[in-house]
């Protein structure tokens, strides 16, 4: 007998299953991270459309049949529309979405999470957030997944405009010398990421914002095997914003 389920939840990926079905990634409050088929919402006719695109939040009713999901109703909350106002917020908020999804495993629960996502979405949304909330809300869900980034031994190279991160260690190393996982960071990077590590939020050029994803973006590589193919996309648009600046 089919059980039904009640839980509030984001939509964070959505993918064609079938002429008119789709198979939603939710993030929810009581069933952690679980995937759904949502029956029949690619049909423009349908009422149950809006809950199977990514951003929306509300509470889902599913129908469990065993390990296996299906979409029953919605009930909207917030679709977060407000993020495709500007460029680099909509690619921050679709990077968020990702991070999600990529760092929490199905059926584990998800409370704290979930929560810190909602939150980053209201500030992109709502109070104009950009990136040095995204990289707060990056560096809280690394934490929360168990992959914290460590201050490490912020010493510099012989060239002191550099200094090595540690993609293996998840921190800042003394040397790169016999060190795979190592990488550059310039100074100024450095600088903003230990900021945000000693838990203060600044201001910082765009180029060192991405120099602190593309990083992190690696270590997310090392630690999970997973590509964040939508920060990658966020890094692009800002070079390429840099670049037209003539930065």
Not at 75 to 87: E, K, P, W
Not at 212 to 223: E, H, R
């Amino acid at each position: 007998m089919k059980e039904e389920k009640k839980t509030d939840g984001i939509c964070l990926r959505s993918v064609e299953y079938g002429e008119n079905d789709r198979i939603i990634t939710l993030l929810t409050d009581k069933l952690g991270k679980v995937s759904v088929r949502a029956r029949g919402v690619s049909s423009p006719k349908s009422r149950l459309r809006h809950a199977a695109v990514p951003f929306s939040f509300g509470e889902y009713i599913l129908s469990e049949n065993g390990d296996f999901y299906s979409l029953k109703s919605f009930d909207y909350n917030d679709a977060f529309t407000a993020v495709s106002d500007d460029l680099v917020r909509y690619f921050a908020a679709t990077a968020a979405l990702e991070i999600a999804d990529k760092l929490t495993e199905e059926m584990v629960p998800v409370t704290e999470e979930l929560a810190r996502l909602l939150r980053f979405l209201m500030s992109v949304c709502y109070d104009k957030g950009g990136l040095p909330e995204f990289l707060r809300y990056f560096l809280d869900m690394l934490s929360i997944a168990g992959y914290a980034v460590s201050m490490g031994t912020m010493k510099p190279l012989d060239d002191p405009k550099y200094y090595v991160f540690d993609l293996e260690g998840g921190g800042f190393a003394s040397t790169s010398v016999r060190n795979p996982y190592a990488v550059k960071m310039t100074s100024p990077s450095m600088r903003l990421l230990a900021l945000y590590l000693e838990g203060e939020d600044a201001p910082g050029e765009e180029v060192s914002f991405v120099e602190i994803f593309s990083v992190l973006s690696q270590y997310v590589k090392i630690k999970t095997g997973k590509n964040l193919k939508a920060l990658f996309e966020l890094c692009d648009l800002l070079r390429n914003g840099i670049k037209s600046a003539g930065v």
